[in-house]
């Protein structure tokens, strides 16, 4: 069993920017992959940045160049640096850790999330 605990969200002007991180509970070395969801109210959840064990980092569309996803292995920890931060960025953010993904021992896991509001 992971836990996973997401901080660093808050309230933040258009423009601004926020550091979120993920820690987990055990050695995330061997964790495949691990990644950022947000869900704004009344939509659904969708991913924001993923990352493999071997640090390559993909991104959704809307946030590239503006948001980075990095990963502390001796740290056990996750970060989302984000940047130029938008009022469509609202949402709460979600840390996501899965073991073997695409396989059926596959296991999941998430953080309770973290709110992150945009507005002036």
């Known amino acids: 069993q992971v836990q996973l605990v997401e901080s660093g969200g808050g309230l933040v002007q258009p423009g601004g920017s926020l550091r979120l991180s993920c820690a987990a509970s055990?050695?995330?070395?061997?964790?495949?992959?691990m990644a950022w969801y947000r869900q704004a109210p009344g939509k659904q959840r969708e991913l924001v940045a993923a990352?493999?064990?071997?640090?390559?980092?993909n991104y959704r569309d809307s946030v590239k160049g503006r948001f980075t996803l990095s990963r502390d292995n001796a740290k056990n920890t996750l970060y989302l640096q984000m940047n130029s931060l938008k009022p469509e960025d609202t949402a709460v953010y979600y840390c996501?850790?899965?073991?073997?993904?695409?396989?059926?021992?596959?296991?999941?896991?998430w953080g309770q999330g973290t709110q992150v509001t945009v507005s002036s």
């Open positions: 996501n850790a899965q073991t073997s993904p695409g396989w059926a021992n596959n296991k999941v896991y």
């Open positions: 055990t050695n995330i070395f061997s964790i495949n992959f």
């Open positions: 990352i493999s064990s071997s640090g390559v980092a």
